[in-house]
Nanobody
């Protein structure tokens, strides 16, 4: 079984910064892309940022220049550095791993449980 555990969410003032972490565990041999998504109440999850196994990154227009995604392959961990946070960044942030290969199985997508980010004064 593969698990993704997010951490780093919390309350921050507008203009502040947070760093989210997502660690994958479970006899993992390889992971293709990893990414961060967010969900507003009553809305579908939307892509925030993603990074492939080769290091290619993709960002939502709304976070370009403010958020940076990075990945530690050795630790099966992905990070999201969020700077210049705005109230509209308030959401639940979810981590996702694509094409996760373990010793006995391949998972197309694995989601974390999410971490709440609140940007408010």
């Amino acid at each position: 079984q593969v698990q993704l555990v997010e951490s780093g969410g919390g309350l921050v003032q507008p203009g502040g910064s947070l760093r989210l972490s997502c660690a994958a565990s479970g006899s993992i041999k390889s992971i293709n892309a990893m990414g961060w998504y967010r969900q507003y109440p009553g809305k579908q999850r939307e892509l925030v940022a993603s990074v492939t196994s080769g290091g290619s990154t993709n960002y939502a227009d709304s976070v370009k220049g403010r958020f940076t995604i990075s990945r530690d392959h050795a630790k099966n961990t992905v990070y999201l550095q969020m700077n210049s946070l705005k109230p509209e960044d308030t959401a639940i942030y979810y981590c996702r791993a694509d094409s996760v290969v373990t010793m006995i199985h391949r998972f197309l997508q694995v989601w974390g449980r999410g971490t709440l980010v609140t940007v408010s004064s």
